[in-house]
């Protein structure tokens, strides 16, 4: 019953001990409770409980009973650091046991071996338990040791030998009542699935797994750990790192098991390197390696030691001994026949790289990049990362280009296996490496053309198609239902100065809940996206001309297209550029408000060294037609239309130059429809738009109680122009849940995502709504970013606070531009044009921005 109901399991052993028992049913009771503290309590009240079972199973001389309580008492012990007495406990069980009750310890010693790291031994464990379980058939047991015998397949990357044992047992289990079990058994099935490379399949086994347990009231500390490892395979470590920090809290105030602490420890630092916190992943794997050390788990050791020596890489430290130690940690891992392997030899390879030492380097990058002919995805990434090196290291220019190419193809793949926007951005990550390279060997020994397709090959990839959209999901529909509510009450008491942190924390859990379900989506797109094309590029161009501005080792290279050719300049350094838009943009919303005028002498020196440090000399080539900009994600809140050169002409930005190109070649729906949208608790309250009402006649406009998201996203599916006036709120912490704000809460851009096609050109008349979040190599999340893929050929918005009385007659402007045949980015010029001569109008104008093509 202890696996079956836990806590009921628990409450009767306890009523047993209170009955005064027999020997033999205390010492049942005492391991009931024993096992209910090993796994989810205190470690120490399961050792005291588990003695006194193995006490009175000696004084019942049952030796039966003996063995099954030391096989218990055994795992604990393993727990709890004591490897040596786990291990003589379980060798006693198993002396001591016969028949049936010996194969249950076996399976139990297998178990331990597994939380050790010995999988040879725990195999041959399971392989001696499995037959005789099944000739007594005991369907839960055999179950147990199929679950745990596919596990450890996994551990040794045998997914094909692991599917087919999780479907063995999972047909025992279906036929048992064992609900902790069954929950385990999901949680395995999803270890599973992630490491066949489906994430999204893995997200939602766990999640499944976790509402388990969470009925049956037992803390899943092992289902954090996979978790974790997923997060992270998915470009989440911030969330990885938060959730193995949660548990190990969780599990430090329960004095639970030590052998889980050391591998949440280790799950941990692997998180913190990627989320930017490379001390903390030295201190996280540096106290998991002694754990793990002490409590004589060498399989384990050698990949905190992994994680360690590459996250003092990371912080800097460059040394023979460094190389050494990945070179001997590689070996450990080989032996145990660890997947791990190649990252620890691809590491030493890079060590060796940055000492100068290429012979050296090349004997482990030549062990590492064995990987990249088979195994899961990500596994010959790693080794397609290390056969670039080789070739970089051999000065093989076209060697690089070649391996980046079968790596990166490799990761589109894989992306495209993910159905959720923020899952196939952030994925990209992980062929960051492959891309830098590509473009380091494309800058020394290539022209700029090449460059430019090297840069557009790994540049806003999640936009290349759709995501997948959410099907029609009761419970996810329900869910963002009820966050709207949340949330508009929230915001609504806000707005009365009350504090609402009930409203807050429910509006937390519903995000949770919605990003839940997303990220369990699987793509449905056959294959990546089209192959970008520099030739079909300048012709579209036409007499307009493209900057791509590409970073190679932190400078910034200006790739400028037009008149059938591509040309390169040299501008600033990436950092500095950064730091410099962000003193533009401070001084451009100071500028939009009363009293900023003072400033503008400070700020038009600023505007022209960003336009310095981003452009160079390119400055002095950009032609007079119009001008698209693509910039990397990090500079993407760079306001272009206050750089002197650019102030007075027609400008559009674009993700991506094949962003661009799909924009462009995007027709306008055939009905023509126009949608005007009013929110609530505008300044101005929306007043441009019942004039823009006069001016196309007769569109449909929502207002009021009218303008209630249901509603607005049926009318601007396949609208040929929206126009939307409300409140924008950018969420740096979760870009997708950046809103517009309708009558009934917030239109956020999940929302947006369900659309069939989102409207032709979109206007946004409020603030921040032109901001993103950088994420993966160079993609960006946001509104804007998440209506391109799905029809959207434009839009105007905002990558900055506004003055809401100057956007109304910037907004006429612009709808009258339209109105006379111009594109969104032309109309834009001409409305900037027409505004009035004073620093507030002004620095509305500059603050909107045209992306796209249309």
Known sequence: MVFAAPNEALTRARA????????????????????????????????????????????????????????TLGVALVHAGRTRQGLAALERGVERGSGHVRAQVLFRRAYARWVLGRHSEALEDVRRAIPVLRQENDVIWTARALTLR?????????????????????????TTGQEHDKADAVESRGLAAFRAGDVPAALRLLDEAERRYAALGTPPFMLSVRRCEVLLAAGLAPEALAEADAAIRVLDGIGGQPTRKAELLLVAARAARPAGHPQTAIERAGLAVRLFAAQRRPWWEAHARLVLIEARFT???????????????????????????????????????????PREAERHLALAARSRQ?????????????QALRAQAAGSGRGVLQACRSGLAVLDAYRMTLGASELRARATEQGAELAALAQRASLASGGPRRLLEWSERWRATALSAPPTRPPADPELLSRMTAFREIAARAEEARGEGRAVPALEREQRRLEREIRSRTLHLRGDAPGGADRFDTGR????????????????????????AGQGRVRRFTAGLLAEAEAEAEHVQAGLRRLAHPGGAARLPVLLAAWRRLEELLLGEAVRHL????????????????????????RERVVSVSPSASSWLRAAGTAPPADGRHVLVRGPGLATGGAEVPELAGQYGTPTLLEGGGARVPRVLAELDGAALAHIAAHGTFR?????????RMADGPLIVHDFERLARSPYRIILSCC????????????????????????????????????DAAVVPLMLALHKGLGAGLSLSEALRDARAALPDDPVHQATGWSFTAFGAA
């Open 732 to 740: 740096a912490d979760s870009p997708l849940f950046s809103s517009l």
């Open 16 to 71: 047993v001990l209170d009955a005064d028992p027999s020997p033999v049913h205390a010492s049942v009771a005492h391991q009931v409770i024993g096992i209910w503290q090993r796994d989810w309590g205190d470690l120490r009240l399961a050792l005291r409980h588990l003695r006194r079972a193995r006490d009175c199973a000696a004084r019942a001389e049952r030796a039966d009973r003996e063995a099954d309580v030391l096989a």
């Open 150 to 174: 596919a596990t450890v397949h996994l551990a040794l990357g045998a997914v094909e030998r692991a599917d087919a044992d999780f479907t063995a047992a999972e047909a025992l289990w279906d």
């Open 537 to 560: 590029l300048l012709e579209r161009l036409g007499e307009g001309r493209l900057v791509e501005l590409a970073v190679v080792d932190g400078r910034v290279h200006v790739l400028l």
């Open 623 to 646: 032609g007079s037609g119009p001008l698209v900009v693509v910039p990397p994600g990090r500079l993407h809140r760079v306001p272009w239309a206050v750089l002197p050169s650019l």
């Open 374 to 386: 088979g195994g899961p995805p990500l596994a010959r990434i790693t080794g397609w990362a290390a």
């Open 315 to 357: 912080a800097g430290a460059v040394s023979g001994r460094l190389v050494a130690d990945a070179a001997r940690v590689a070996e450990r891992l080989a032996s145990f026949g660890a997947p791990a392997a190649p990252e620890a030899s691809l590491l030493a390879g890079r060590i060796a790289l940055a000492l100068g030492r």
């Open 768 to 803: 921040d709504t032109a901001r993103f979040a950088s994420v993966g190599a160079d993609e960006l999340l946001g509104l804007v970013t998440a209506l391109l893929p799905l029809g959207t050929a434009g839009v105007v918005a905002a990558s900055a606070p506004v003055n």
